[in-house]
């Protein structure tokens, strides 16, 4: 992997912590995009930048993590760094999505509704591609996020880049936030209600045995192209960074797409302070690689 260190100081042509929240959308707008598998209405945001050439936009599809929302300060400061018109990454425009159940979006949550929130995001692709004719070819996830949007290429195939940020790999793991003694609780037939803001998530055993039923590396085995970049806080508490390596390990044994893995030093699951600026100057750096469509299909 290459490990990236967050200097203080830093030259004028990287993002500041006042440039990020400064930072406002020349344009946005909210639709609803509707799954019919699930029968959830999602509602996404898409940031564009401030010039008219639609056509010519490439589009990145932000993935929010667990209990999170496309609203989230990570969501935004990304969309922001990746379409702002100061130190932007070019053409792009951002689409945001609150997965099913989450944010503003209707539709049943699961906390083992990894391949429901894959079909979410199928149906946002082709969404954008569909009404807006734009060139969605990178998606980036956070957290369970990450590990949707490499499960979604690995059934798709079609985005040139996936961004997988804070991925877990083991998720056998305890439910985030849940005690031994919930997981008992659970076991006896007990559905545990999990607070995010003013939102309630049911968790049931049900989820404990579908996410322990799921055999994640055989589902990675099926990715055939594309560049996956896999980025971990080194000191990411809620997913160890052993889970990024044992990922880009199977990545790279598979020898189907180019991998890379890069690691920032001292920051943690959620890349605060100057640890997220370097994470929006990291992925506007790979966003520039991208060439386009031709290299999604």
Same mark, same amino acid.
């Given at each position: 992997p290459v490990i990236h260190r967050c200097l203080l100081g830093r030259p004028s042509s990287r993002l500041t912590s +006042?440039?990020?929240?400064?930072?406002?959308?020349?344009? %946005?707008?909210? /639709?609803? %995009?509707? +799954?019919?598998? *699930? /029968?959830?209405?999602?509602i996404i945001s898409l940031d564009t930048p401030d010039q008219d050439q639609k056509a010519a936009w490439r589009t990145i599809v932000l993935c929010h993590g667990f209990l999170d929302s496309k609203n989230g300060s990570l969501m935004r400061n990304l969309s922001d760094g990746i379409t702002g018109n100061e130190n932007g990454s070019g053409d792009w425009a951002v689409c945001r999505?609150?997965?099913?159940?989450? &944010?503003? *979006?209707? &539709?049943?949550?699961?906390?083992? &509704?990894?391949?429901?929130?894959?079909?979410?995001?199928?149906c946002v692709v082709e969404h954008l591609r569909a009404k807006h004719g734009l060139d969605v070819c990178a998606i980036l996830g956070h957290s369970r996020g990450a590990l949707v949007s490499l499960l979604y290429q690995a059934k798709y195939n079609d985005m040139g880049l996936v961004i997988a940020v804070s991925s877990p790999l083991d998720v056998k793991r305890r439910i985030s936030g849940l005690t031994t003694e919930e997981l008992d609780s659970l076991r006896a037939g007990t559905t545990i209600m999990m607070m995010a803001g003013t939102k309630e998530f049911p968790v049931t055993w049900e989820d404990v045995e579908l996410r322990e039923s799921m055999d994640v590396p055989s589902q990675l085995a099926k990715i055939q192209t594309g560049t996956m970049v896999i980025i971990h806080g080194e000191m990411d508490e809620? %997913?160890?960074?052993? /889970?990024s390596r044992a990922l880009t390990d199977i990545l790279q044994q598979q020898g189907n797409c180019r991998v890379e893995m890069a690691v920032l030093q001292g920051a943690d699951h959620n890349f605060r302070r100057d640890h997220r600026i370097c994470l929006v100057d990291l992925v506007r750096s790979w966003l520039r690689t991208v060439d386009g469509l031709e290299s999604c299909k």
């Open positions: +006042n440039q990020l929240q400064s930072y406002r959308m020349t344009r %946005v707008r909210h /639709e609803t %995009v509707f +799954n019919p598998a *699930s /029968e959830a209405r999602l999505v609150d997965f099913s159940g989450c &944010g503003e *979006s209707q &539709g049943p949550w699961s906390a083992s &509704g990894y391949f429901t929130e894959r079909e979410d995001l199928r809620s %997913v160890p960074i052993s /889970e």
